[in-house]
């Protein structure tokens, strides 16, 4: 299985911050990544394909980037609605793994 | 839009079946473009993909070794759903339950869960 690390766990920062956020594949998955956002209580919210592709609708301080083993996900500017819980997931092979998530919280 | 509706119960008591439905609006469980997957979520375990049904000509199903020897999901096409039904349940497998769409459409994208169920806590207690 390929395991997806993330780091760091848990990050606090302000509103208007820059949040970046890592993510590490065990091995090379290129650029089959996803990107999700969770708050409490709720279902994880598709943000980001492809490693940097947002999927329609999701704010454009959000981007991706990387390939291979590294990736980032960077919220440029945070607002108070990002406040919650990132994961990255590989998405092209099986079993499907996901990361320990990163809590983005208030500072 | 799409909606997945998931039900079930919330408790389940050890060694017996976990059965789970999620049903769909605005797509079909016979689609050629989407697969059909349950995912679960637990502080021990985070998120961990449990497996799949789609169809391409005839049904397939691919399961995580972790479970595949106690999960069955099928599809309804009647009632355009399907279902998880988890035997043998222990405590460990207490989390949030839940169904997602993956469609084939995205663009270089792999399996991406684009559409989720609200999930559903299930308890494995006597």
């Known amino acids: 299985d390929i395991q997806m690390t993330q780091s760091p766990s848990s990050v606090s920062a302000s509103v208007g911050d820059r949040v970046t956020i890592t993510c590490r594949a065990s091995?090379?998955?290129?650029?089959?990544l996803a990107w999700y956002q969770q708050k409490p209580g709720k279902a994880p919210k598709f943000l980001i394909y492809a490693a940097s592709t947002l999927q329609s609708g999701v704010p454009s301080r959000f981007s991706g980037s990387g390939s291979g083993t590294d990736f980032t996900l960077t919220i440029s500017s945070l607002q108070p609605e990002d406040f919650a819980t990132y994961y990255c997931q590989q998405t092209n092979n099986f079993p499907l793994t996901f990361g320990g998530g990163t809590k983005v919280e208030i500072k | 839009q799409v909606q997945l509706q998931q039900s079930g119960p919330g408790l389940v008591k050890p060694s017996q079946t976990l059965s789970l439905t999620c049903a769909i609006s605005g797509d079909s469980v016979s689609s050629n473009s989407a697969a059909w997957n349950w995912i679960r979520q637990s502080p021990l375990r985070g998120l961990e993909w449990l497996g799949r049904?789609?169809?391409?000509?005839?049904?397939?199903?691919d399961y995580a070794v972790s479970v595949k020897s106690r999960l069955t999901i099928s599809p309804d096409t009647s009632k355009n759903q399907f279902s998880l039904h988890l035997n043998s349940v222990t405590p460990e497998d207490t989390a949030v339950y839940y169904c997602?769409?993956?469609?084939?459409?995205?663009?270089?994208?792999?399996?991406?869960?684009?559409?989720w169920g609200q999930g559903t806590m299930v308890t494995v207690s006597s």
């Open positions: 997602a769409r993956v469609d084939v459409n995205y663009h270089l994208a792999g399996d991406v869960f684009d559409i």
């Open positions: 091995q090379n998955i290129n650029t089959w």
């Open positions: 049904t789609y169809y391409k000509s005839q049904w397939y199903n």
